[in-house]
């Protein structure tokens, strides 16, 4: 099984683990509650799995991070482009502890 199908069958399955605790924490809750003819019940909207995982690489500036190295390695097509893909992120790396140094 490639590992693209691995992720996609986890995914899957947290977002059915996902769905089932939401189903069971709104069914608790209403058994504890009487609701009139013309009440509303609120049920806390589930989370897209793909959708929360966007939002984590988008606040790591992961997603940024390979379009650029996507960019680079079609503008430079290098002959090893992992080894080019390793070194652009020590330099990124180096870069990012220069800053750090900096600002002490």
Do not use: C, W
Request: overall charge negative; glycine content about 0%.
């Amino acid at each position: 099984m490639s590992r693209e199908a691995v992720d996609q069958k986890a995914l899957l399955q947290a977002a059915k683990a996902q769905v089932a605790t939401v189903m069971d924490n709104a069914i608790a809750e209403m058994e504890n509650v009487e609701l009139g003819e013309d009440d509303v019940f609120y049920v806390e909207p589930i989370q897209d799995p793909y959708q929360k995982a966007i939002s984590y690489l988008e606040k790591h500036n992961i997603l940024q991070l390979f379009q650029n190295l996507t960019a680079s390695i079609v503008y430079t097509r290098p002959d090893k482009p992992l080894e080019f893909m390793m070194h652009e992120v020590e330099k990124i790396k180096k870069l990012q502890n220069k800053n750090k140094e900096i600002k002490k």
